[in-house]
């Protein structure tokens, strides 16, 4: 079984640490084992070689050798290299110097680059910004119509001229277009290429040439494997590349391509591309790559996300039910709504430190579903205010009631009133800054 | 609609399988091959460089691992003379890997249901619409659905797709349940008097599993109207992934029993060296490869050619 890196390290560590002292060998047998899930996370061969170099040099030294703590002293090392592979800031659009500013976005096919395309306009927009989309991709069948359909979904205007005329000359009309109706940004979507096809590679320099973008940014699948290294060589060599779009990081795979398409080109990252929902572009931060890579997680991330979600005030308020053990049924189905337009549960918890794994035990995927999500939304809103507000209420012929409403059993009530209890019990705790002993092991 | 995509290159339709393919070979193993003809002494620097390679073809770390280590207990034990008889023991450990020849698709009379799936952007729609032209070639009447209501346009892109390989798409709104939209394909297509019916699903990652969920739903509504159906269920792989591609392999076997695998874009320089690592841990044979933009650039994989192949000149 192909581990994810994350938990690999974390195996690897965990050996180090139960021994306390490191000898030399110690660190080559473990460095052997983060060389071997580096490959397996698709780093290039090249990029791992350098990479575990490196690592090596600083952590024989006497230094760490002799420290009390020398796990974690390796442990510091790997994460210092990796965030310095990964590059030192996080990644920005420049929008400056033009009116509309043209944003080029290129890649293979299949990399998600139209999906992409929607998710900037729309992560473009809350930075203050009046993007607007271009559909140059002229080749695939229905290409056009589906950026259509993204602009429709996020409301954000679409500049096409259908598949007869070149992209170069859609690009070029659409750069005036977007001057004229005071677009700040224009958006590029091209056709997929290889990096090897001339002909195709040769249309994007005129495109380039033509509207002179202040970012061309490549969009690469995470799952791509010892080849994203020359596609972004070549794409780079030809186009001149600003920035690099990560998609598919909301799968398994573990982003190795990232390291080495920064190793390579030293081209940053600028965006993760997480799911399928259209308000999912994340702001890529080296460091926090880096610490989900060794597995402590992403939380930074999480936390932003949920900020973003949260009405501040609203944030406030359930902080003070909280404080005060008064946290009701409708709070409860409040967050589930909350976690809800956040994006699958399963992709949330890989970003907490320590529950990345548990997703993958079929007892919790089977508790991820999101049909129960559906079903105790349902008991939720089968109930009366009253109820909702005081489920000490609830008598038999209460249950019954609402589980006929919610197409659901009594049985299956009185277990989510029994779990609210549960719940409630713990958000006492932690509001009186006492940590549960339950949440307190699964975050070790 | 215009067909712009045959715009792009003028070659004659059928003369590219072959020839993209041999190219990817050559791209492939030629450095291997090359390697072997370089290097008089099979000394470690040799085995390191042989190691490398394997790896940067996506072979894998495992995989290239046992490969490398069979050679070397083969020549521990009886020395090879020349670089050419190491040569000839990896061709055969490789070939043995990928198993035998062709494995063709079972496809049985009156109506045969082809369900294809992968997770997004591997080229699924593409390689259904070449399947389609294939089958038609080779005397079936295929029938096209349009499984995959959720992506924007994909309805769109299976339908132009169908026009241009004369092959009738069976279609509801974005938005309809996949399993609704099968159930009326059987029925259409019993209607028509269709023999194959191939299921376009939506891009899944193999990590969804409510996502995964819905393609076993699909699943039970075909075998529910055809008991043995789905009689092939094919994941498509794109070239270009790394060793996800294995991850991905097992997850849909073990949601849908995937029969076989159709290896897109091998026309890229992409090695597509994941397939081994498959074949050595899930057997599961390679159908079909995809090589190129054009309709025709499709044909049935042969393990033995594709192996032969590898270390030709």
């Given amino acids: 079984m192909f581990e994810a890196l994350t938990d690999r390290l974390q195996g690897v560590f965990k050996d180090m640490r139960s021994k306390g002292r490191l000898a030399e060998e110690d660190i080559d047998e473990a460095l052997r084992e983060v060389r071997l899930a580096l490959l397996e996370a698709d780093v290039n061969f090249k990029v791992a070689r350098d990479f575990i170099r490196r690592v090596k040099e600083r952590a024989t030294s006497l230094e760490v050798l002799e420290s009390l703590t020398p796990a974690q002293q390796v442990l510091r090392i790997v994460d210092e290299e990796l965030v310095a592979t990964l590059g030192g800031e996080p990644g920005r659009i420049d929008w400056t110097g033009k009116t509309p500013a043209p944003v080029m976005l290129v890649g293979l096919n299949g990399a998600g680059k139209t999906t992409s395309a929607a998710k900037l306009a729309l992560t473009l927009r809350k930075l203050g910004q009046r993007p607007l989309l271009v559909a140059c991709d002229t080749y695939r069948p229905a290409a056009v119509a589906q950026l259509e359909t993204l602009g429709r979904q996020i409301g954000a205007e679409v500049y096409e001229e259908g598949t007869h005329a070149s992209p170069v000359d859609i690009a070029r009309r659409s750069v005036e277009y977007g001057r004229e109706h005071g677009y700040s940004i224009n958006i590029i979507d091209t056709a997929g290429r290889l990096q090897i096809d001339e002909r195709m590679m040769d249309e994007l320099v005129q495109i380039k040439a033509a509207i002179q973008p202040t970012e061309v940014l490549l969009v690469a699948n995470a799952m791509t494997g010892q080849e994203a290294v020359s596609v972004a060589q070549q794409f780079h060599e030809q186009v001149g590349l600003t920035g690099l779009i990560l998609t598919q990081m909301d799968g398994d795979a573990r982003g190795g391509a990232a390291l080495s398409i920064r190793a390579v080109t030293g081209v940053p990252l600028k965006f993760l591309g997480m799911g399928e929902k259209i308000e999912a572009l994340q702001a890529y931060y080296p460091d926090r790559l880096a610490s989900r890579i060794l597995g402590m997680g992403d939380m930074l991330t999480l936390i932003e996300q949920t900020q973003e979600l949260y009405d501040q005030e609203e944030a406030e308020k359930l902080q003070k039910k909280l404080v005060k053990g008064q946290f009701t049924l409708d709070d409860f189905l409040g967050q589930l709504q909350q976690i809800k337009r956040m994006g699958s549960l399963s992709s949330i918890m890989d970003m907490i430190p320590g529950l990345s794994q548990l997703t993958r035990r079929p007892e919790f995927a089977a508790a991820l579903d999101e049909k129960q999500f559906k079903r105790v939304e349902a008991m939720i809103l089968s109930m009366t205010v009253k109820e909702r507000q005081n489920p000490v209420i609830l008598d038999g012929s209460r249950r019954r009631r609402i589980a006929r409403g919610s197409g659901t059993s009594v049985h299956e009530v009185n277990q989510l009133l029994n779990q609210f209890r549960q719940m409630q019990g713990m958000m006492k705790q932690i509001g009186r800054g006492k940590i549960p002993k339950g949440i307190a092991g699964l975050m070790g | ?313």
Avoid at chain 2, 212 to 219: F, G, I, N, R, Y
Avoid at chain 2, 244 to 261: D, E, H, I, P
């Fill in chain 2, 1 to 313: 609609m215009v067909f712009n995509i045959f715009r792009k290159k003028e070659q004659p339709a059928g003369a590219g399988v072959a020839e993209s393919l041999e190219k990817t070979r050559g791209g492939l193993f030629g450095a291997v091959r090359n390697m072997f003809q370089a290097r008089r002494e099979l000394d470690a620097a040799f085995w390191d460089e042989l190691e490398e390679r394997l790896i940067q073809a996506d072979l894998g770390a495992h995989t290239t691992a046992d490969l490398v280590d069979t050679l070397r207990e083969t020549h521990d034990k009886r020395r090879f003379d020349s670089p050419e008889q190491a040569e000839a023991a990896l061709r055969q450990e490789m070939m043995r890997l990928l198993g035998g020849g062709t494995v063709g698709l079972n496809l049985p009379l009156p109506l045969a249901v082809i369900l294809v799936v992968g997770v997004n952007g591997v080229g699924k729609t593409t390689s259904i619409a070449k399947l389609a032209k294939f089958l038609a070639q080779s005397g079936r009447k295929p029938l096209l659905v349009a499984g995959d209501t959720f992506r924007a346009a994909a309805i769109d892109q299976l339908k132009v797709w169908g026009e241009r390989v004369a092959v009738p798409v069976v279609a509801q709104g974005p938005g309809s349940d996949p399993s609704a939209v099968v159930f009326d394909g059987i029925k259409a297509a019993r209607a028509r008097g269709a023999d194959v019916l191939i299921v376009d699903t939506a891009g899944r990652l193999h990590t969804k599993i409510n996502l995964m969920e819905e393609l076993k739903k699909v699943q039970r509504i075909v075998q529910r109207q055809i008991p043995d159906a789905p009689h092939e269920t094919l994941l498509v792989l794109d070239a270009v992934t790394g060793q996800n591609a294995l991850v991905q392999a097992k997850s849909f076997t073990q949601a849908v029993g995937v029969t076989g695998l159709v290896l897109a874009k091998l026309d890229s320089s992409s090695k597509g060296g994941v397939v081994f690592s498959i074949a050595q841990e899930l057997s599961l044979p390679i159908k079909f490869v995809g090589t190129g933009e054009r309709v025709d650039d499709f044909a049935p994989f042969d393990a033995g050619e594709f192996a032969g192949a590898l270390f030709a000149e």
